[in-house]
């Protein structure tokens, strides 16, 4: 009679806990880190490929109006040239350190985030040529160093 008892104080038969997710194997934590490296090089490579695009509009825009330098003003060109370089620069440096500079700030600016471009023989043509409507200052230094700033931004060959 004991042992009656003691087959009724049994508990019924369980099933044990289903398998955890957490913590997933190392063949689901190597798949992830290889998608997070993946998904961080493609972003890279899209980011440069955007720039890119953004100098190769540039030097195309500084052709375009090498092209059309008979039918504007040196004080318009130089004014273009001057909007393409801060565009470009905007692209490149925070917009508050680049969007209001002008004048002897802008050229120091653009002379220092140079590496192989030397404004200071077009420097007349930068700071005063845009704001002077009879201007007669040349404008082919000016139009080379731009070029030449713009293409360095971006590594390409100068």
């Known amino acids: 009679m004991a042992d009656v008892n003691l087959l009724q104080e049994l508990r019924d038969i369980h099933m044990p806990d289903g398998i955890s997710a957490w913590p997933?194997?190392?063949?689901?934590?190597?798949?992830?880190?290889?998608?997070?490296?993946?998904?961080?090089?493609?972003?890279?490579?899209?980011?440069?490929?955007?720039?890119?695009?953004?100098?190769?509009?540039?030097?195309?825009?500084?052709?375009?109006?090498?092209?059309?330098?008979?039918?504007?003003?040196?004080?318009?060109?130089?004014?273009?040239?001057?909007?393409?370089?801060?565009?470009?620069?905007?692209?490149?440096?925070?917009?508050?350190?680049v969007a209001a500079l002008h004048g002897e700030a802008w050229f120091q600016f653009l002379n220092t985030t140079s590496k192989r471009s030397d404004f200071k023989r077009a420097k007349k043509a930068l700071t005063e040529a845009p704001f002077d409507p009879n201007t007669k200052l040349p404008l082919d230094t000016l139009m080379t160093e731009a070029r030449v700033w713009i293409k360095e931004r971006g590594g390409l060959r100068v």
Do not use: N
């Not at 899209?46 to 195309?60: E, P």
């Open 24 to 97: 997933p194997g190392p063949g689901y934590i190597a798949l992830l880190a290889m998608l997070i490296i993946a998904l961080l090089g493609v972003t890279k490579y899209l980011f440069l490929k955007r720039k890119k695009t953004l100098l190769r509009i540039a030097l195309a825009a500084l052709d375009k109006l090498e092209a059309q330098s008979q039918s504007l003003s040196r004080a318009e060109q130089a004014a273009q040239i001057t909007t393409i370089l801060k565009r470009v620069a905007l692209a490149y440096h925070p917009r508050t350190e």
